[in-house]
Structure formats: C-alpha cells, structure tokens
C-alpha cells in the first residue's frame, strides 16, 4: 500500500492525546461530608475489572477513529501496472468522435452528448496542474495545443457533428505527435468512440510504448440504414435533350430486408426520376432511372431517398456538364482527310478541328475528349510522348496509319501505351469476317444483325502486333489478324486501325459500318469531369486547363462558402487541392471572377453509414495489452480513471472505517454499562 499525500501521515501523533487522558485521567474528585453512615443502607460495587474494560474500548474506538481519520487525508492506495507518481505533471489527450454516427440516441440521449459528458469526467480525475488535448474528427490545427481543464471543457461544449472519418490508427498517430513533445510528463491517450468497424482500418494499428491507451466505447442502438454510395452515367458525352441513364448503388447496412425504399432524382431542383427498391439484408445492388431534357450547361444533380430514422446519408450529390458541342482534334500531315470531315460534318454536335502534326498546341490537348490521328507519315517523339499522357489521363485516340506510314515511328508512339503497331505491310487481299457484337461501341447500332452481313472488303493492310495491355477486337480479318483494335491504356482508350483511311487499302472510308462506329467510338470518348468527390478522400481534382494569375483567382462557391484553393499546372492539367477546406456536402460552382468554370459535387464518406460497432474482444485484439476498455455506462468515470492513474484509493474506505469507529464510541459512552454487584452492608447500632 502507498500514500498519495504521505505528509499527513505526522498527525499520527495526535494518536497520543487519548492516551494520555487515559493514563493520567484527569476528573477531579468531589468530598461529601456525612455526620452519620447509618443511612448508607446499600453500596453498588462495581468490579474494576470490567469498568476498566469499557474504558479501554472507548479508548480503542477513539484511537482508530482517529487514525483512519488521518489515513483518509494521506489518500492511501494500492498501486497498478499503470501508477503514476503524485504530484507529476501529466499531458492527457481526450479524443471525442464527433462523426455522423454519433447522432445516434440510446437511453442517455445522442451519442455525442454523452461523449462530451465522459470527456469532462476523465478531466476531473486529474489534478489542476495537468493539460489537456482535445481532438475530433476534423484533426483542426487549434486543438494541436494543450488547454488547462477549464479551457478542455469550454472546448469540449463547442464539439459539434462533423462530416469527417477518420480511422483508429490516424487518430492514435495524431495524439501522439503532440503527446511525444512532452517529454517531461506522463502521457495518457484516451478515444471515446462508438468504435464502428470502419474504425479499425485494414492494417494492424501501431503504438508508441510512452503512452498509456484507454477506450471508451459508447452503446449505441442497432438501426436499419439504407444508402446511395456511388453513382455513374452510362453516356460519357451528354447531349442537350438526349436520355440520360444514371446507375446508382443502394447499399443495405442493415441485417434486416429494406422494403420499398422510394427514390428520386433531381437535377438543378426539379424532379426527374422516381422509383422504389427492396434491397436484401446487408447487400448492394446497382438500379437505373433515366431522364431526358436536359439544356446545355452544368447539371446539379441530387439523389434522395426517405430512410428513417438514419437520416444523415439520405442524399447523394452529382454534377455533369451537358456539352453545345463536343470538340474533336483531328490530326494530319497538313493535308485533311476528306472522310474525317465528311463523318463529322455530319452531325453539328461535333466541332471538329483539323491541325498538321507539326502545329499542335500541347497544352491544350486535354481540352478535346477525342483525337483522330491520320496520314501521318512519321510521328515526332515529341507528338508521342504527349499523346501518351493524353490517354493515360482519359482521352481517346483513333490511329489510322498513313499509306506510307515510317513504321518505327508508329512503334515508338504506340508500344509505351501497351497498344498493338504497325508490323508489316502486307498487299493480300482479304475482307472483315466478324465484328464483336459484344464490344460497347456496337451496342444499340443494329435493331437486327443480319445473318451474311456486308462487311468491309481490303485491298493490303498493315499487320498489327500482339497488344501488351488490355486489348479487344472490333473487327477481325478472314486470317484471324485484327482489323480493327480497341486497347487500353492507363483512364483512356487507343483504337488502332489495320489499313489508312484511303479506298487504295479498303472500302472502310464509304462502308455503311465506318459512320456509326466513328461516332459510337466519339460518344464514348472523353475524360469528363467526375459525377462526385468524397470529403476527405480527394487529394487533389483535376480539371480542364485554366490560366490564373494574382488577380484572377479560382474559387469554389456554394451559398455563404468561398473556398479559396491551392491551383497547380501539371501536365496540361489544372489542379486544385482543398486542404479540407470543403466541410458540407453539396454542389459548389468553381469560379473565375465571375464566369462559372465547372460544378463539383461532394459527398460524405459511406464508411459512417454502416452502423456495427466492434465488441470488447475486437477492441482487446486491435490493440496492444497495454490498452485498457474502459465502460461507459450510467456512472460516471472519475473514479475508474483514478483507479487507472493512482491504482485502487482506500480513502473512502477509511472514512468509512473512522465514522464506525465514532459511532462504536458513542454507543460505548452512552449504553454499555458493567455489571454491577449488589452488597450489603451491616450497620451496628450500639
């Protein structure tokens, strides 16, 4: 056993004034003179024996009374593993989950009250000279300082419900980083949680030894919740009153069936879809709505489903640009390919522009979602090396070999893509004998496929070699050689064709097949923004090129925000990284001074949506031995982190044991009485 305050201890010298007072006593006697006995009839004789028993008792009462009296102040305990020295100075790092899934209710009121609530009690087990971190979910730059308590708890009451998640392991290292700057005090980390499984993380969580780790979970009720998590358009490029068909994923957290769960999509506030969905015990199934009439410009889209009483994931947010025109780089050796401008020419959706390889602006490639490359009889390294980076980033490149094509040259641009490349020419007259159905650029071209199809004929063509990556044949020769190949590289697509697009290699250029496939091939193309970003996860987005200066910044604005970001050219790309400057979902418009340049959508992250929380025996493997659970129930918490600081406190205990021994006293003093003896006493009358 140990004493807190050994100090007090002294004041045991106070134990000798009772004994004294026993020893010495100190009554004073009184004479009564009689002038006769004869009236002394009887005499009560007490046994000293027994008068000196209750005398001792007394005394034994007061001694101990007073000893565990002293013993109280000097705060004896019993030590633990995890005792402190009195009088040390600690640094204490309380981290409260202010997460969605903290607005949850149980029989206390929500989560997040209750949180707060535990925050303060472990704050009052320490002393006054101790500091405090407090960290959330934001991880915000004020709460990397220590406060005294009074300052911990004023923060404390001004936590409120953030969009962040943050995992165990990020919140451990956070505390930590500020902990491990006090190296003269002992440090203590404590995390009051919900502790839901996507807590945990996918790798094994890691710990400094100079910290002592207590969890505190939170009870929390099991509620069904459903939620849309990711959304994608089937259409790359967007028409102005075309259909439109959004895929969205419902996903079911819930053990139990979600029954008839309505839905509908709105896009720039009006409704354009609706539709209700039964989803299967913790499942995911992809649904479609379509949608049409749209005008030219940024779309809002907002997905809303009703889900109650889980309410917090009830709405997804998207964006998508429907184009006026879709722009097109046609490139050639300074002569423009008749056919090319006849198929674009076609149709007025399409702004095609015809530039020699030798002229073209670099910087602005990303800005076309399609690039045709023909006649070109020797590509620069300069033109290769770009137009990789352009299909590694999304875009989409047609090849049509020139009829003099330097072969070399086509290698080089085409096999860093993991693309196939011109071999050989060879003059064997062959035609096409079977299209891939199967591909995405032929679905919905043909009502009806017929049984002798009237496919292209060819005259000589260009042996094209084995793909390296992914690859997949849109047409296929009578000898079994690709036609024409679909190849894909990094976000993009590189379509290379086995002949020039001139009637001296084939009869491709006027084929029936060559205008659908060229704009099916078109609508399929392009990098187009994303539909959606998720807080916290984006680490930098990516848009088309803009040119900033000091005076012409960008900005992302939604209602009363204005958001300011960090803007990098990179690759003839614009790039904004938002620190987590972004906090509410919803739709922002990015800005240049007053034009609108694009409108991004983001979302919270879905890991709070599914509501299972670890148990004790999860928590104990997650973390060392050296962590303690601590349980937060009706009671509050002072008293087990005392127990977690000093070890087991005795002092109520000798409280306890002083009052008895007051009352044992009393009851001494007041009732016991000895036995007495009666004896009588012979007087003589002479």
């Known amino acids: 056993m140990h004493f807190l305050y050994p100090a007090f201890l002294f004041a045991l010298i106070s134990l000798a004034i009772p004994v004294i007072i026993h020893l010495f006593n100190f009554r004073r006697y009184q004479k009564v003179y009689f002038s006769n006995v004869q009236f002394l009839k009887h005499v009560n004789e007490q046994q000293s024996s027994r008068r000196n028993l209750k005398e001792r008792l007394i005394l034994a009462a007061r001694l101990l009374a007073l000893a565990f009296l002293v013993l109280a102040f000097a705060r004896p305990y019993i030590s633990n593993q995890h005792t402190v020295n009195a009088g040390t100075q600690q640094a204490v790092s309380i981290f409260v989950d202010n997460s969605y899934s903290m607005e949850t209710l149980n029989s206390e009121g929500s989560l997040l009250d209750q949180a707060k609530q535990k925050a303060k009690e472990i704050a009052s087990a320490y002393s006054i000279n101790d500091r405090f971190q407090l960290l959330t979910q934001d991880f915000e730059g004020k709460h990397q300082r220590l406060l005294s308590r009074d300052e911990f708890n004023d923060a404390v009451d001004a936590v409120k419900i953030s969009p962040q998640s943050r995992n165990l392991q990020q919140i451990i290292n956070r505390q930590q980083s500020l902990l491990n700057t006090q190296l003269n005090s002992l440090r203590s980390i404590y995390i009051i949680s919900d502790f839901q499984k996507n807590i945990a993380g996918k790798q094994t969580i890691k710990t400094d ?11 929390a009720s099991s509620l069904p919740n459903v939620a849309v998590d990711s959304v994608y358009l089937l259409s790359a490029v967007h028409r102005p009153g075309e259909s439109e068909k959004l895929v969205f994923r419902l996903h079911n957290y819930a053990d139990g069936k979600a029954e008839k769960i309505p839905l509908k999509i709105l896009i720039n506030g009006e409704q354009k879809a609706l539709g209700s969905y039964t989803i299967n015990p913790r499942s995911a199934q992809n649904d479609t709505l379509a949608f049409s009439g749209l005008q030219p410009g940024w779309q809002r889209g907002e ?25 097109v780089l046609l490139v050639d050796d300074g002569t423009p390919n008749p056919f090319l401008k006849a198929v674009f020419a076609a149709d007025q959706f399409f702004a095609a522009k015809d530039v020699p390889s030798g002229n073209i602006d670099y910087a602005g490639l990303n800005a076309y979602p399609l690039i045709v490359l023909s006649d070109v009889k020797s590509i620069s390294t300069g033109l290769a090396q770009q137009l990789k980076a352009y299909v590694t980033k999304g875009g989409t490149l047609i090849v049509f070999p020139a009829t003099d094509a330097d072969i070399n040259s086509y290698r080089t641009m085409l096999q860093p893509m993991g693309a196939a490349y011109p071999e050989k020419l060879l003059t064997d007259a062959t035609k096409v004998s079977a299209i891939n159905l199967q591909n995405e650029v032929f679905k919905n071209i043909f009502d009806a496929f017929p049984q002798n199809p009237d496919l292209p004929v060819v005259k000589k063509y260009y042996q094209l070699s084995a793909a390296q990556g992914r690859s997949e044949n849109l047409m296929t020769l009578a000898g079994g050689q690709p036609f024409w190949e679909e190849n894909s590289t990094g976000r993009g697509k590189v379509y290379i064709s086995a002949v020039a697009l001139n009637e001296d290699f084939s009869n491709l250029p ?5 205008l659908p496939v060229m704009f099916r091939i078109a609508l399929l193309s392009g990098h187009d923004q994303p539909l959606f970003y998720t807080l916290g996860h984006d680490e930098s987005i990516e848009i088309a090129p803009v040119q900033t200066n000091e005076k012409q910044l960008l900005k992302l604005t939604k209602d009363s925000i204005s958001i300011i970001p960090d803007v990098r050219q990179q690759g003839g790309s614009t790039l904004l990284y938002t620190s987590d400057q972004v906090q509410q979902t919803g739709t922002y418009d990015l800005k240049k001074q007053d034009s ?3 409108v991004l959508a983001f979302n919270d992250d879905r890991s709070e949506s599914d509501l299972t929380y670890l148990t004790n025996a999860d928590l104990t493997k997650l973390l060392p031995k050296a962590t303690t659970i601590l349980q937060a129930g009706k009671g509050s918490l002072k008293n087990a982190v005392s127990e977690i600081n000093i070890g087991l406190q005795l002092w109520k205990l000798c409280i306890i044991l002083a009052l008895i021994f007051l009352a044992a006293e009393i009851v001494l003093v007041r009732y016991y009485k000895p036995v007495k003896q009666e004896v009588l006493q012979s007087i003589d009358q002479n």
């Open 303 to 327: 997905i809303t489903l009703q889900d109650n009483p889980v309410t917090f994931d009830n709405q997804f947010y998207f964006s998508f640009n429907v184009q006026q025109q879709m722009p």
């Open 209 to 219: 030894s100079g910290s002592h780790i207590s969890l505190v979970q939170l009870k």
């Open 596 to 598: 609108t340049i694009a």
């Open 510 to 514: 006027r084929h029936a097949l060559f």
